[in-house]
């Protein structure tokens, strides 16, 4: 397994114009999580799944925003009606669930610019 | 308001010198973890602590989680260009199973 799988790494886009983002996490964990990262500074929380159910959504997921995890294993965001203040690099990350204690593996991400 | 607060924002400094990068928060954390990122990249994990005044050393970094489980330090001895990137602090509470970051602190080290 070569870890966590983010494509494409790089999107750009028209403002208004719907984008989607695949992360394939590392195969044997069943939590995934998506967080927002803008230019020098921390990510941000989105949501994460365990399996496949969505367990958490921040309120910086607004109604355009939508994510999915079908099958319990890849998931995909999808950004709706993009608006420039959605750039940003869009990190997946997976863990396990057993003893956790807050470890996550990270994507390379994928950038967004919206013109 | 972050959760978590790094401090400095930036740190410059030669090669061979030290440097101490400061992560605080009013809220108490189960766990506490320390990744590096580096342009373009996402966050790689460098260490978790978990008991409050734990100390760990990796290599020239030594990390220790504040004794109330509220703050952190990340210590880094000798830097070398190499070290050069974002340092990211992440805090998990109790309940829950999300990390929440800090802003981050980005430290170059000039050869």
């Known amino acids: 397994d070569t870890g966590v799988s983010q494509n494409p790494r790089h999107k750009i886009t028209k403002r208004g114009q719907n984008v989607t983002f695949r992360c394939d996490p590392i195969?044997?964990?069943?939590?995934l999580y998506w967080y927002r990262q803008t230019l020098g500074q921390g990510p941000e929380f989105l949501t994460y799944?365990?399996?496949?159910?969505?367990?958490?959504k921040s309120r910086l997921l607004s109604d355009r925003f939508s994510a999915e995890r079908p099958k319990g294993s890849f998931s995909t965001l999808e950004i709706q009606r993009t608006e420039q203040g959605d750039s940003a690099m869009y990190l997946c990350?997976?863990?396990?669930?057993?003893?956790?204690?807050?470890?996550?593996?990270f994507g390379e991400g994928s950038r967004l610019t919206v013109l | 308001t972050q959760l978590l607060e790094q401090s400095p924002q930036f740190l410059s400094i030669q090669e061979g010198e030290n440097l101490t990068v400061y992560c605080n928060s009013s809220s108490v954390f189960s766990s506490l973890q320390w990744y590096r990122q580096e342009p373009g990249e996402g966050p790689v994990l460098l260490v978790t602590?978990?008991?409050?005044?734990e100390v760990k050393k990796l290599k020239r970094l030594t990390f220790q989680f504040g004794d109330a489980r509220k703050d952190s330090s990340l210590h880094i001895t000798a830097a070398q260009p190499g070290d050069t990137g974002l340092y990211l602090c992440a805090g998990k509470k109790a309940a829950g199973n999300k990390l929440t970051f800090g802003g981050g602190t980005r430290v170059l080290v000039k050869p």
């Open positions: 799944f365990q399996n496949e159910a969505q367990l958490e």
């Open positions: 602590v978990v008991t409050g005044g």
């Open positions: 195969s044997e964990h069943n939590r």
């Open positions: 990350a997976s863990s396990s669930s057993g003893g956790y204690t807050g470890e996550l593996f």
